[in-house]
C-alpha cells in the first residue's frame, strides 16, 4: 500500500510528506496561490525514478527524474481544506503517439479523462478541473491507453471565469428579429447565475391516444361511447373507398383536435403535452422552455403534426420559451428517390448509413442539391409563420454531427458523415438561405460540440454563426461522478462545460440542449457547472423513459432542482421576455435599419419608400430610413441602402451611441 502525502494547511505551518522527504514549502504562498499539493513526481512513494523512456533522452526535467506510466500508477492522497472545485496542472511529455494519447486520472473511485497531444519537450497542461471532498482524497494516475511521463503535480483551488465577461447578448443574425434580441438578453442576463428548466416534447405522430369516436353519417355528427358529441368543420367531410363517409377532424370543447386514422377507422390525438403534465403534476410548474422538433417537415414525408400552432401557443398564450431540434431524413438510396414525391418511411434516414453525400447538397445540379433546397424551403415556411407570430426559437439544426468521429469513430448522422469542413460548410449554407433567401431572422443559433480530443473542436462553425453551444448528455448508465454506485447519473459534467467554454474562448453561452438524467442542483452548483438550461429527452411508449423512468431520473432530486432559487420555470419567466432589456441595451431595437415598410425584411420596396421621402412625396417617416445610423436621413443613407440591395459588402447602422 502506497503511503498517504496530504499537505495542511493552517495558519503557523504546512508540510507535504514526499516519499521520506519531509518539505517545509511558504505559508503564504500556498495560501495566496490556493494549492494545496505540490510535487516532483519521481517523489511519490511507491514511483519509479525514470530519466530516460528507455533509449529517449527527455532532458530539461526538474528535480532527480520523472514518473513514466507503464503498468505501473501514480498514487497519492490529497487533503482538501473544503469541498470544492481543483485545478490540476501537470509537467508532462507524451513521445508515444502524434495523434495524441488519451490520460486518465481516478479521483476517490471516478475515471476523468482527456487527450495528452504529442510533445517531446516538458511542457505544462492544465489536466482539468475536479471536484475534491473536504478532508482526504485518493488520487491514482493510470496507464490505460496513456503511457506518458509527469514531471510535476500541482493542485490548486480552481478560480472559476465570470462567464459573462466573455459571453455577448448579441444575436450572430445582425438581422435578427426584435423578439430574438430580446429572448438572447434574457438568456444572457440567466447565464452563470441560474439554470433554465427545460424539456423536449415528441413530435410526428408520438403519444397517440386512441378514443371511441365516430362519425355517424346518419346523424351528421361526431360522438364517442358516452354520448358526447364534438363539432367539426363541413370542409374536413371526405368519403373513404368503399363509399362510407367521415370526417378528418372532431374538436372537442377545448380544441382538443382528434384526427382520423385511415388505417384504423377510428380519432385519436397526440398528447405532445405528457411530459408537460407530469412535469405539472410531480413538481408543481413546467419548464421555462419546451423543446419541439421540425422533423415531420421532410420532402420525403409531410405531415401536419401541429408544430407550429404549438410553439405559437407555447409562446405567446404560455409565456415559455421554444427550442427546435431538426431530424431531416434524407431518402437511405437517392436512386430509390422522385423529388416532390412521398417515399415510404422505412427507405429514409436520418442516419450516415445512406449515400447522401452532404457535400452534394451545396453543389448544384445535383440530386442532393435540389433535395436538400426543398428541405429548407419546406422548414422556411414553418419558421416564417413563427416569425410573423413574434415567436423566437433556439433552434438546433443539424444537431450531434461529430458523433464518436473525433474520437476515432463515426457521424451518428448523414450531416455529419463526411467530416468538419463539409459539416461547418453545410451550417454556413443552411443559415445563409434561410437568411438572405427567406428572410428568417428569428433564430437563436445553437450548435452541438463534444469534447472527445482535441479535434472535436474543428466542428465549431464559429462565433459569425453560432450563439449557443450545446452539449447532448447520455451518461445515465457509465462514466459517473456523482460519487454514488447506484441510480440515475446526477453528474453536473463539469469538466465537460468548461471544456466546451475554451472551445469558444468563453464567447458563447452553453448548454445542456438535450440529457437523460437532469444533474442535481448540489452537483451543478458546487462545481460551477454554469449550464444556461437543460432539456431531457421525451419518454419512449415502452422504454426509455428520460423523464419519468427511475432509471433516469431522481425524483427527490428532480423536485428539488424544480423547486429551489437557481433554477427558472415556466411561472418565473418574466411577463415580457420578448422585449427584455431593449430599451436600455445598445443596438437593440424594435426596427431593422432600412425596414421603411416595417414587414422585418428589406427590399426594393423599401428603397422606392425611402426614395419617395427624399422626394418629398408624402411618404412619412419612420426611424428604419436612417440606414448609417447618423441621426439624420439623407441621400447617404439611399446610396447606403442601394450598396446593400445589390450585394456589395456594406452594413445597415442603428444609430451610434
Known amino acids: 500500500m502506497s503511503r498517504s502525502f496530504k499537505k495542511i494547511l493552517s495558519a503557523v505551518t504546512a508540510t507535504v510528506l514526499l516519499g521520506s522527504t519531509m518539505v517545509l514549502p511558504s ?5 495566496s496561490t490556493g494549492v494545496i499539493f505540490e510535487s516532483e513526481v519521481e517523489k511519490i512513494d511507491g514511483v519509479d525514478n525514470w530519466t530516460s523512456i528507455y533509449e529517449t533522452q527527455l532532458p530539461g526535467y526538474s528535480g532527480d527524474g520523472f514518473a513514466y506510466l ?14 470544492g472545485l481543483y485545478q490540476f496542472d501537470v509537467r508532462y511529455a507524451q513521445i508515444l503517439s502524434t495523434e495524441g494519447r488519451l490520460q486518465t486520472i481516478v479521483i476517490n473511485g471516478s475515471e476523468y479523462s482527456k487527450v495528452f497531444a504529442y510533445t517531446d519537450k516538458w511542457v505544462d497542461a492544465e489536466f482539468g478541473k475536479f471536484r475534491l471532498k473536504k478532508g482526504e482524497n485518493e488520487i491514482e494516475l493510470i496507464s490505460k491507453y496513456g503511457y506518458a511521463a509527469f514531471d510535476k503535480i500541482t493542485i490548486k483551488k480552481a478560480v472559476m471565469p465570470d462567464l459573462k465577461a466573455t459571453a455577448t447578448a448579441v444575436p450572430c443574425d445582425k438581422k435578427a428579429t426584435k423578439e430574438a434580441k430580446g429572448l438572447m438578453n434574457y438568456l444572457y442576463d440567466v447565464y452563470g447565475t441560474g439554470v433554465l428548466s427545460g424539456q423536449q416534447t415528441i413530435y410526428g405522430g408520438g403519444h397517440k391516444i386512441t378514443t371511441t369516436i365516430r362519425y355517424d353519417a346518419e346523424k351528421d355528427i361526431c360522438v364517442d361511447q358516452s354520448g358526447k358529441q364534438y363539432s367539426f368543420d363541413e370542409a374536413d367531410k371526405s368519403v373513404a373507398d368503399d363509399g362510407s363517409k367521415f370526417v378528418w377532424k372532431c374538436v372537442d370543447e377545448n380544441g382538443q383536435v382528434y384526427s382520423y386514422d385511415t388505417q384504423n377507422r377510428n380519432y385519436n390525438y397526440c398528447e405532445y403535452d405528457r411530459e408537460l403534465k407530469y412535469l405539472k403534476e410531480t413538481v408543481g410548474d413546467m419548464p421555462a422552455i419546451q423543446g419541439f422538433d421540425f422533423g415531420a417537415n421532410c420532402p420525403c414525408y409531410q405531415w401536419d403534426d401541429g408544430i407550429v400552432e404549438r410553439m405559437i401557443d407555447w409562446t405567446n398564450n404560455k409565456n415559455g420559451i421554444c427550442t427546435a431540434s431538426w431530424h431531416i431524413n434524407v431518402p437511405t438510396t437517392m436512386a430509390d428517390y422522385t423529388l416532390g414525391e412521398p417515399l415510404d418511411f422505412s427507405k429514409t434516414t436520418y442516419t450516415e448509413k445512406c449515400d447522401f453525400s452532404p457535400s452534394k447538397a451545396m453543389e448544384k445540379g445535383t440530386p442532393e442539391y435540389d433535395y436538400w433546397q426543398l428541405c429548407i424551403k419546406n422548414l422556411a415556411e414553418q419558421l416564417a409563420k413563427l416569425q410573423d407570430a413574434g415567436v423566437p426559437v433556439i433552434f438546433r439544426p443539424l444537431h450531434e454531427a461529430d458523433g464518436n468521429y473525433s474520437n476515432g469513430g463515426v457521424s451518428w448522422f448523414w450531416w455529419g458523415k463526411e467530416g468538419p469542413e463539409v459539416y461547418n460548410k453545410l451550417w454556413k449554407n443552411l443559415q445563409t438561405e434561410l437568411q438572405d433567401t427567406y428572410g428568417i431572422h428569428n433564430l437563436i443559433w445553437a450548435q452541438n460540440l463534444y469534447t472527445w480530443s482535441d479535434k472535436s473542436v474543428e466542428w465549431y462553425s464559429g462565433e459569425d454563426y453560432v450563439d449557443i453551444i450545446g452539449y447532448d448528455k447520455y451518461n445515465t448508465q457509465y462514466n459517473r461522478h456523482d460519487g454514488k454506485q447506484s441510480g440515475p447519473n446526477l453528474d453536473a459534467e463539469s469538466g465537460i462545460f468548461w471544456n466546451l467554454y475554451d472551445s469558444a474562448e468563453g464567447k458563447k453561452m452553453i448548454a445542456m440542449t438535450e440529457n437523460d438524467s437532469i444533474p442535481s442542483l448540489d452537483n451543478i452548483t458546487i462545481e ?8 431531457p429527452w421525451y419518454d419512449e411508449e415502452s422504454s426509455p423513459k428520460f423523464l419519468s423512468g427511475e432509471d433516469y431520473q431522481d425524483i427527490d432530486e428532480l423536485k428539488k432542482i424544480y423547486k429551489s432559487d437557481y ?9 415580457d421576455w420578448k422585449n427584455y432589456k431593449l430599451s436600455d441595451t445598445p443596438g437593440n431595437y424594435d426596427y431593422i435599419p432600412g425596414d421603411i415598410d416595417g414587414n422585418k425584411s428589406v427590399n426594393i420596396v423599401d428603397y422606392i419608400l425611402l426614395k419617395n421621402y427624399l422626394l418629398n412625396t408624402g411618404t412619412k417617416k419612420t426611424d428604419a430610413h436612417d440606414t448609417n445610423g447618423d441621426g439624420t436621413v439623407n ?3 439611399l ?3 442601394k450598396k446593400y440591395l445589390i450585394g456589395m459588402d456594406v452594413e445597415l447602422s442603428y444609430p451610434k451611441n
Do not use: H, M, Q, R
Open 70 to 83: 507503464t503498468n505501473k500508477s501514480i498514487k497519492f492522497t490529497v487533503e482538501a481544506p473544503e469541498e
Open 639 to 641: 446610396v447606403l441602402l
Open 528 to 535: 460551477k457547472a454554469g449550464w444556461l438550461y437543460f432539456c
Open 635 to 637: 441621400v447617404l443613407d
Open 567 to 575: 433554477c427558472i420555470t415556466l411561472t418565473e419567466l418574466p411577463k
Open 27 to 31: 505559508v503564504t504562498s500556498a495560501e
